[in-house]
T-cell receptor, first 114, second 114 residues
Framework: AQTVTQSQPEMSVQEAETVTLSCTYD???????LFWYKQPPSRQMILVIR??????QNATENRFSVNFQKAAKSFSLKISDSQLGDAAMYFC???????????FGTGTRLQVTL | DVKVTQSSRYLVKRTGEKVFLECVQDMDHENMFWYRQDPGLGLRLIYF???????EKGDIPEGYSVSREKKERFSLILESASTNQTSMYLC?????????????FGQGTRLTVV
């Protein structure tokens, strides 16, 4: 069984600043994937970034990057140059197996202030 | 533009009613999922299907059933709705055999059982 823990229910960041969202996970699988999904007020779930567990290099997507520490089972998301449109609920997610069942954390609500 | 469409954004039903939540995807995906989203709990998997007429229980299947008669359509059924099933329901789809691939989500149905 997989578990995902997000210990920060809410975070706040000023526009143009940098914020890091934390996530830890537990899995007995050797091959798995990690994701950050974003759910804005529109409720549409959007993929932000993905990381393959067998790759040591941290994934980056424009202003979004991850710090993947496999031994510590840690997968944090860094948002640089925060924008008002980044305000959303962010979910840390793991995935294993061909059936691609996603296991979600409880989410971190990010507020972006002027 | 890829799409997962849920039939209703908001739904109000009475206790004891039989409720159908419909989901259609146009991406020819094999996998389809129903999740329930509650504050502080993240998304929890109710049922998933990886082929027509195939279904597998997720983490919280009690009180729910599903139907997948066609590849593009996956229905969630509440046989006798109860107030503790008041929640947000999200449908998702993804490719079979590709756990690193993106899952696509509908916009959710907010169900209230009174």
């Amino acid at each position: 069984a997989q578990t995902v823990t997000q210990s920060q229910p809410e975070m706040s960041v000023q526009e143009a600043e940098t914020v890091t969202l934390s996530c830890t996970y537990d899995t007995s699988e050797s091959d798995y994937y990690l994701f950050w999904y974003k759910q804005p007020p529109s409720r549409q779930m959007i993929l932000v970034i993905r990381q393959e567990a067998y790759k040591q290099q941290n994934a980056t997507e424009n202003r979004f990057s991850v710090n993947f520490q496999k031994a510590a089972k840690s997968f944090s998301l860094k948002i640089s140059d925060s924008q008002l449109g980044d305000a959303a609920m962010y979910f840390c997610v793991t995935n294993t197996g061909t059936a691609s069942k996603l296991t979600f954390g409880t989410g971190t609500r990010l507020q972006v202030t002027l | 533009d890829v799409k997962v469409t849920q039939s209703s954004r908001y739904l109000v039903k009475r206790t004891g009613e039989k409720v159908f939540l419909e989901c259609v995807q146009d991406m020819d995906h094999e996998n389809m999922f129903w999740y329930r989203q509650d504050p502080g709990l993240g998304l929890r998997l109710i049922y998933f299907s990886y082929d027509v007429k195939m279904k597998e229980k997720g983490d919280i299947p009690e009180g729910y059933s599903v139907s997948r008669e066609k590849k593009e359509r996956f229905s969630l059924i509440l046989e006798s709705a109860s107030t503790n099933q008041t929640s947000m329901y999200l449908c998702a789809s993804s490719l079979w055999g590709a756990p690193g691939t993106e899952a696509f989500f509908g916009q959710g149905t907010r169900l209230t059982v009174v």
